[in-house]
């Protein structure tokens, strides 16, 4: 136990350059602002965000989890976990009903009254706003470090930053053909600057139309996206049957020419341990030539 | 007389003029001679799709809903004697929008499913009201404002449904759902628009020719009764057609709200006052005013849309209010 306390000391030392870091001197704080406190490793997880039951699992944590929300089911380990319903605005209850001693949440403005009650109800919180790549290496990073286990979290969060550069070096000198991603139909969304997708989508040597719009998930309309006029679209497996067979779409240069990529959703769904696969997959999608 | 005929000629060109800006406007700019043409078949693919595919099957789905709203509206207005009354504030397109999401929460993707759930849902709430305002009612078909309170009251149970349906739905369908209940024309293609344009079609025939019985029924039931008119069966026939008349139109666009409201006014404001023509001029007015809605709703704040159900809120609520006071 103190060698592992000694080495998370040693690497937080070598990560507090990170820039999401607190001033120094003040005690850490997660994305509410509410201190991160380091006890002895939790033995019962609660983890209420998708990308961050992923992680736990790949942190070897897995079989601490004793709840996660509807939606989390990767890996297909985590399905035997017990379901607590929604990650946003989550039932205190049902989440204290499973007696937790660490409980993940997402950091939305959602989730403040929730982390706020589990903290009065004596249960240690970390609430991290994983929307962006960096903060899912921070999560990887601190996470290990809550459950003592500092050099695992930083190997996870190392071994996605390494293939994500390994994947934008082979894609740099590479054209940068325009996407779009299609996420939903009805309305139609996509995904702008606020997404790690946006990032994926840079990284895998595309770029996106909607890369000027800062919301992570804006609604746009069909007229706009053939306005922007991409030379792809990508999709999941149930949209592109959707695409293909709407006549609004049938004269978009994409659609016409079969550009449409699909992806596999349970790879680039989460921002989590799979970013790296999902940025390989989109890079080999986007660049059949150059890289199969 | 020959006044009359100038109302017709301008609410014929005003509708057409909006039609045709409509055609004309979008985040695409596209030269009026390339509408032209596209609309003809000709000339560049992609011009082509946009003029046929998504923005022409989207004003004529605003027109026909906007019509539908309009009709419906004046033949409740004239049945209850109020100038208050329309399709969503009495709670049938809330009743639809139940049938509708209820069929959602089971995944229907089926457009004639998904508009006979709606069909459902607003008889159902249509039954419920009358029910509610003849077990209040002194005789025969219950107060006219009873009936009223009792759609707004069956309103906002429909509501209350709708978020218990969506409650533990995937994220996605809740927005999806969520945007279907804000109302839009969005989703509009030619394969859907023959079967709201035949339930439009055949409501709006059926109301012209009842046209003269909801003279007779807004003079009040004494008067009515006094003239041959059965009042019960006849406003409980014309209040379920005009519900089903909005219901077509919840099934294909979502909740819009207070076109029904202001429509009729601006038509009798016009000095019409025979339902037959009323409703004839208020399917006209009603398509204009939806079109134009869309128009803003599709162009104000690109990339995104607003959605039309706001849009039409924005600009009938304070009219609503002027009604009122203008009543009270």
């Known amino acids: 136990m103190l060698h592992k306390r000694f080495v998370a000391l040693l690497l937080l030392a070598a990560t507090t350059s990170c820039a999401r870091d607190a001033t120094q001197g003040a005690p850490e704080a997660d994305d509410f602002g509410d201190p991160i406190i380091v006890r002895s490793a939790p033995r019962r997880i609660v983890s209420l965000n998708p990308a961050t039951t992923d992680l736990i699992f790949a942190l070897g944590a897995g079989d601490r989890l004793v709840g996660r929300t509807h939606w989390d089911v990767y890996p297909e380990a985590a399905k035997a976990v017990r379901d607590l319903g929604s990650g946003i605005r989550p039932n205190v209850e049902a989440v204290l009903g499973v007696r937790p001693d660490l409980v993940i949440l997402y950091a939305s403005k959602d989730n403040r009254a929730a982390a706020s009650e589990l903290r009065t109800a004596g249960v240690n919180t970390l609430s991290l706003k994983i929307d962006h790549i960096a903060d899912f290496y921070y999560a990887s990073r601190t996470i290990g470090r809550l459950l003592g286990d500092s050099a695992r979290g930083a190997i996870v969060a190392d071994s996605v930053e390494r293939t994500l550069k390994r994947v934008r070096a082979t894609t740099q000198s590479l054209d940068k053909p325009t996407v779009f991603w299609h996420i939903w139909d009805a309305p139609l969304i996509t995904i702008g600057r606020g997404s790690y997708m946006n990032e994926l989508i840079e990284i895998a040597g595309g770029r996106n139309i909607y890369g000027d719009v800062d919301q992570t998930s804006p609604a746009v309309s069909i007229e706009d996206v053939l306005k922007r006029n991409p030379r792809y679209i990508i999709t999941g497996p149930e949209g592109s049957l959707k695409i293909m067979k709407d006549p609004r779409w049938s004269e978009a240069p994409a659609v016409r020419d079969r550009r449409i990529l699909v992806v596999d959703t349970a790879i680039v769904g989460r921002p989590s341990v799979r970013l790296g696969e999902a940025a390989e997959s989109i890079a080999r999608l986007l660049h059949p030539k150059e890289l199969n | ?328």
């Open chain 2, 1 to 328: 007389m020959h006044h009359r005929a100038w109302h017709w000629i301008a609410m014929g060109a005003v509708l057409a003029a909006l039609a045709v800006i409509s055609l004309g406007t979008g985040v695409i700019h596209i030269p009026a001679g390339e509408v032209v043409s596209a609309l003809q078949g000709s000339g560049d693919a992609a011009t082509v799709s946009i003029i046929r595919n998504l923005r022409l099957p989207r004003i004529v789905l605003a027109a026909l809903v906007g019509a539908g709203l309009g009709m419906s509206g004046s033949a409740l207005q004239g049945t209850l004697r109020n100038g208050l009354a329309e399709p969503y504030l009495l709670g049938v397109s809330g009743g639809a929008a139940v049938g509708a999401v209820i069929a959602f929460a089971f995944n229907a993707t089926n457009d004639g499913i998904i508009a006979l759930a709606a069909f459902a849902g607003a008889g159902v709430a249509v039954l419920l009201a009358l029910l509610v305002a003849r077990a209040a009612g002194r005789a025969g078909r219950g107060d006219p404002r009873t009936l009223l309170m009792a759609g707004v009251v069956i309103g906002a149970f429909a509501n209350a449904v709708i978020m218990i349906a969506l409650a533990n739905a995937p994220p996605n369908t809740i927005r999806g759902a969520l945007w279907w209940m804000m109302g839009s024309v969005a989703d509009s293609s030619w394969a859907a628009l023959p079967w709201i344009a035949g339930f439009i079609a055949l409501g709006a025939g059926l109301l012209i020719y009842w046209a003269r019985e909801i003279d007779l029924l807004a003079l009040g039931d004494e008067p009515a009764a006094a003239l041959g008119v059965n009042v019960e069966s006849s406003a409980r026939r014309i209040y379920l057609l005009a519900a089903l008349l909005a219901a077509s139109t919840v099934a294909a666009a979502g909740l819009i709200g207070f076109v029904g409201l202001i429509v009729p006014h601006i038509v009798r404001a016009a000095g019409i006052r025979n339902h037959r023509p009323l409703i004839v001029g208020a399917g006209l007015v009603g398509a204009a005013l939806v079109i134009s809605a869309d128009l803003a709703a599709r162009t104000i704040r690109p990339p995104g849309e607003l959605p039309l159900g706001a849009v039409t809120a924005v600009l009938g609520v304070p009219f609503f209010l002027a009604q009122l006071r203008k009543s009270a």
